[in-house]
């Protein structure tokens, strides 16, 4: 996975360049969508998420017309919520949660070795 890729965002008349890795998840709110990174202020723009989900690649998914999540950093996934790096839950309802958890479990196939995983943690 490109760990390069990047969102272009104009916020005022500043252009932002945020790398697809250090974004935790987009939350719209009114006309606003919220950008939650990793480090550092989230960033506010008005907008909408059209304008955004052709930059992103297949680590995100958008379980919910509020979210778009970065499969990336999702702790826990269970009891009808996500929990992001950072402790932000996320509740979802049961249709939503059910779509998250096919497109994470297609992520964690597509991404993660879990023959060498399950040998370094003694399985």
């Known amino acids: 996975m490109n760990t390069e890729k990047m969102i272009y965002i104009k916020k005022r008349q500043t252009r932002l360049a945020i790398k697809l890795e250090n974004i935790l998840y987009l939350e719209k709110f009114k006309r606003q969508i919220i950008v939650h990174i990793t480090e550092g202020e989230d960033i506010c723009v008005y907008g909408k998420f059209d304008a955004l989900i052709p930059m992103l690649d297949g680590r995100f998914a958008h379980p919910h017309q509020s979210y778009i999540i970065n499969m990336q ?38 991404n993660i070795n879990i023959t060498k995983y399950s040998d370094r943690i003694g399985c």
């Open 73 to 110: 950093h999702v702790i826990r996934l269970g009891s009808n919520e996500v929990v992001m790096l950072g402790g932000m839950r996320i509740r979802l309802g049961n249709h939503c949660f059910a779509k998250l958890k096919k497109a994470y479990d297609e992520y964690i196939k597509d």
